[in-house]
């Protein structure tokens, strides 16, 4: 520890610490545009020069390092007038363009320049102008001129982006910020560096002219689109949200929002907003009143278990909904006698059901896996499925974290990886037990599970070393991994090298509720899981927040079964073209914006949040409507005048959830499923296709990742096909096809073809890892 005096107040502070990091510690507030307690340290703006006794002129707070005994001073007259000087400089080129500014009002610049400027500028040449920069749907940078090259923007695309998107071209006056090569801005969390530029050069192209921030009010929320839980600002004017802001959490999402929690507020006032109850009468849709929608529910389920039983009804919820939402779509459901109620229609393996301990969940507290020193990632795009969690664990591995993956897709972490086995969606089966192969003959040890014919690679044997070696190792199963048919298989092996290593298991939560629903919503003992609702079609489903054509392994089952369906119920915020062919009844409820709820993230927190508004036209929060049809139907139990009532019921009923919370397996055996006999298709869902609100937000739909998919394969695969890179090829799937692009890809294995699913230009098509046969046209 080192001493040191700040204003004449004295503290110690750690080896190694800055002047500026002292003066945070002390609450002495140092002027700084550059300086990001998350970004390395640039000293390119000096607003922060401060007296350092015994130095020969001021110094950069944040670029000098304390010593033991240092004096310094803050606001001493030699200080304050390097501050003046400072920003009279920045001041001399930056046009007075305040009064249409959108960063006006949260200026940076504009703030500290009340207290450090001067009331006129000596300078009277003419201005610079700095042309526009174009960097994608997300991010405006039509007002370069306004940039003071703070570097913000660009150590944070570097640095915590992982992928240096934007730089600072040319010397001196001439200097730009602009992304490179005419390049947009296409990193996922992108829009950082919106709330990082401290002037009005970078803000957002969605928000941009509509509205002042003095006219906004401020809420808290969470965001629903992945496991994290991301916590928020929403700003809203008129009943409108206008804006999403982070709100700093540095145990969830630290000071960043990814850009789907950002920008997916567009579709809040989409034009597919479903505003009123709708009854589909001799084919055609009618609007109707809440009273009658209910009541046409009430007797179609009535009827259907009057004539074919309970068996024959499927609840269906996504995990995007409230822990209140589910919870009582569980108990209308039990209230009529049915079990069959399901979260997981993305799955396809249901196998280890009865052999889990508990709810699957991260295994540890977010920070805890960050602090982790070796991590085995399996079948997982984790900066699509997780982006904020890949930013966070980009900076573990340059703290030493060994990150290695088993994936059927080569994907760009943008950071050092360990090892990595490139395999087939089945073939993640054989890497695993490549690897247990590899720990048994590195301790020594021996297995219950049947490997003694594999032979591991050499990556398998560097994996299973980091395992054996780090202490605090994990090995954690993402989206492709659990909704691929071997996901039982995966989760066994994964299992035994946590007891054989002393590595925990870790399941990567696919929505902002997925423990929430693993806790709530999973089928009774009698019940059929979401692949058997399809598989087995039901005679009525009730769907919560699911589209079928997305939110499905396989859409075009799914679809049948519903199309030959005598009641299907959708309570959903949106209207889609698939849900006017399949539903019957269409009942509009609120988005998380517009209800109060609770999400339980991956690592097992509950996170309760409001409405930030008013529901939009006749929509009413979830929880109403099934308190208001648990009613009508005459079940006990459905007296409840508030989302937080239903709260405290459910938590009564769950007890300790951390108790309830285990990726142990009772028994471990492995063969729930073969090998695709044949290519294999591997189906990820897009980062903006992952939920109903990504899907309609407008700014999310034009940026890259959203481009219409095509198909890709090894150019071998082409090659033993007869096609060529770049050639519209036909798809086909258990009966159905599509014509599509097909482009070579020498990372992908041999033996599949990856092609995205849950979007339009494929929902024509099977199953997201089922068999697929590629021909020319």
């Not at 299992?495 to 629903?517: D, F, K």
């Not at 589209?547 to 915020?573: F, G, I, M, W």
Request: glycine residues 8%; negative net charge; hydrophobic residues 40%.
């Amino acid at each position: 520890m080192l001493e040191i005096e700040i204003d004449g107040k004295k503290l110690t502070v750690p080896t190694g610490s800055t002047v500026m990091d002292a003066a945070h510690a002390n609450g002495t507030y140092i002027p700084h545009f550059c300086y990001h307690k998350k970004l390395s340290i640039a000293a390119n703006c000096r607003m922060c020069l401060v007296e350092v006794e015994k130095a020969p002129k001021p110094l950069p707070a944040c670029a000098t390092p304390v010593t033991d005994g240092m004096k310094v001073h803050t606001h001493s007259d030699t200080a304050v007038k390097a501050q003046h000087g400072v920003m009279e400089f920045l001041l001399i080129n930056h046009p007075l363009d305040c009064p249409i500014c959108d960063q006006g009002g949260e200026c940076q610049l504009q703030d500290l320049a009340v207290g450090y400027g001067n009331v006129s500028s000596r300078y009277q040449e003419e201005k610079r102008v700095v042309p526009a920069k174009e960097m994608g749907p997300l991010v405006s940078a039509a007002e370069m001129s306004r940039c003071i090259h703070c570097t913000r923007c660009v150590r944070f695309t570097e640095e915590i982006g992982g992928y240096q998107e934007i730089g600072m071209a040319h010397r001196s006056e001439h200097s730009q910020i602009l992304p490179f090569l005419n390049k947009t801005v296409d990193s996922e969390i992108s829009g950082n560096v919106i709330d990082l530029c401290p002037v009005g050069a970078l803000t957002s192209k969605p928000f941009r002219y509509s509205a002042r921030p003095w006219e906004l009010s401020r809420r808290k929320t969470v965001s629903p689109h992945d496991g994290l839980g991301a916590n928020m600002i929403v700003q809203v004017k008129h009943s409108r949200v206008m804006r999403a802001l982070p709100l700093e959490n540095e145990a969830i999402n630290e000071c960043w929002l990814a850009d789907r929690d950002r920008f997916s507020y567009e579709a809040l006032s989409s034009d597919a907003r479903l505003t009123q109850p709708m009854v589909k009468q001799d084919g055609k849709w009618i609007a109707t009143d809440w009273q009658t929608a209910l009541d046409y529910i009430a007797k179609g389920l009535r009827g259907v278990i009057r004539d074919h039983g309970a068996d024959a009804v499927g609840f269906l919820a996504t995990p995007h909904s409230t822990v209140e939402e589910l919870y009582l779509t569980k108990k209308l459901a039990s209230g009529l006698g049915v079990e069959s109620t399901d979260y997981r229609t993305r799955h396809s393996d249901f196998s280890r059901d009865s052999l889990q301990q508990g709810a699957l969940w991260l295994g540890s507290s977010i920070a805890e896996l960050a602090d982790a020193n070796a991590l085995l990632l399996v079948g997982s795009t984790l900066r699509k499925e997780q982006p904020l969690l890949a930013a966070r664990l980009r900076q573990s591995v340059k703290k030493g974290l060994a990150l290695s993956v088993v994936n059927p897709i080569h994907e760009n972490l943008l950071s050092h990886v360990h090892a990595e086995m490139t395999v087939t969606p089945s073939g993640m089966v054989d890497a695993l037990k490549a690897v247990l192969k590899a720990v048994l003959t590195q301790q020594g040890s021996s297995s219950t599970l049947d490997v003694v014919s594999i032979s591991p690679c050499s990556q398998a044997e560097a994996i299973a070393a980091s395992l054996i070696a780090n202490d605090q190792a994990v090995i954690a199963l993402g989206n492709l991994a659990q909704h691929s048919p071997w996901f039982g298989d995966l989760l066994a092996l994964a299992n035994e090298l946590a007891r054989l290593t002393g590595a925990r298991v870790a399941v990567l939560g696919e929505a902002a509720n997925s423990v929430g629903a693993e806790l709530t919503f999973k089928p009774g003992s009698k019940g059929a899981n979401a692949g058997q609702m399809f598989a087995v079609p039901k005679k009525a489903y009730v769907l919560l927040n699911t589209e079928l054509d997305s939110d499905t392994y396989h859409p075009q089952r799914a679809l049948k079964a519903a199309e030959q369906a005598e009641t299907v119920v959708v309570l959903s915020a949106f209207r889609s073209d698939a849900a006017l062919q399949y539903a019957d009844v269409m009942l509009p409820i609120a988005p998380f914006t517009e209800t109060s709820g609770a999400f339980i993230n991956m690592e097992g927190r509950l996170q309760a949040f409001n409405g930030v508004v008013k529901p939009l036209g006749d929509t009413r929060p979830a929880w109403k409507v099934l308190r208001v049809l648990g009613n009508l139907l005459g079940l006990p139990g459905f007296e409840f005048n508030s989302a937080e009532e239903v709260r405290a019921e459910w938590q009564a009923a769950q007890g300790d959830i951390a108790a309830r919370l285990s990726n142990v397996l009772g028994s471990l055996s492995l063969g729930s499923a073969s090998a695709v006999t044949g290519l294999a298709r591997v189906g990820e869902v897009p980062i903006y296709q992952a939920d109903a609100l990504c899907r309609r937000a407008p700014s999310l739909q034009a940026t890259a990742d959203a481009r219409a998919p095509r198909a890709s394969a090894h150019p071998g695969v082409l090659a033993a096909a007869g096609v060529q890179a770049g050639q519209e090829v036909c798809l086909k799937q258990e009966g159905h096809s599509i014509r599509i692009a097909i482009d070579a890809d020498e990372r992908l294995p041999l033996g599949v073809v990856r092609l995205a699913a849950a979007h339009p230009a494929t929902v024509a098509l099977g199953g997201m890892f089922n068999s697929i046969e590629l021909a020319q046209v």
